[in-house]
């Protein structure tokens, strides 16, 4: 804003039309006042009245591999974000202490592919928003923004995702 000040005030030293140019083009008064036309009306019957199309979204377009990374990037930190609050404010109101809750898990005798899942979910939340996150600071390093890169970079970070929790759940 305070470059296009700058701007208009340097470009009516030496062309003095320019702001009465600028505010017929740019600046034209409202009609009707919209607050004052329907104050009580809200954005769906508005938009109802007014025959507007509801805007189709995300179903028009086709997942691809980056977007559906930036949003599970995004979920997964919620997750885990979501798992550490739950876990922490448990051990601070709950009796007792994390030894006396995992000897409660074990006195269960939970299947072992169960436990394994389990972990691998974790294991995988993590190394996905670890890996992800390393693509996201070579990008801030201005790296990898070609499509074929991101792609290549994207797939990666997909498979490595996958050792990654495999390796640490199985131990």
């Not at 954005?43 to 009245?49: I, Q, T």
């Not at 394994?116 to 890996?131: E, I, N, S």
């Amino acid at each position: 804003m305070a470059y296009a000040v700058r701007f208009a005030a340097r470009e009516m030293l030496w062309k003095p039309r320019l702001l009465t140019t600028l505010s017929l083009k740019c600046i034209q008064p409202m009609a009707t006042a919209p607050a004052k036309l329907r104050p009580n009306e809200d954005f769906w019957v508005k938009n109802k009245r007014l025959e507007r199309p509801l805007s189709p979204h995300l179903s028009i377009y086709k997942p691809q591999l980056t977007s559906m990374l930036s949003i599970t990037h995004r979920g997964s930190g919620a997750a885990m974000a979501s798992v550490l609050w739950g876990f922490s404010i448990g051990m601070l109101v709950l009796p007792g202490s994390f030894p006396h809750y995992l000897t409660m898990v074990q006195s269960l005798h939970l299947w072992p592919s169960f436990i394994f899942t389990v972990k691998y979910g974790l294991a995988w939340l993590f190394f996905f928003h670890m890996c992800n996150a390393v693509r996201h600071l070579a990008w801030d390093l201005g790296h990898g923004f070609e499509i074929k890169t991101l792609y290549k970079t994207g797939w990666f970070v997909f498979g490595t995702t996958f050792i990654l929790a495999g390796i640490a759940a199985s131990m």
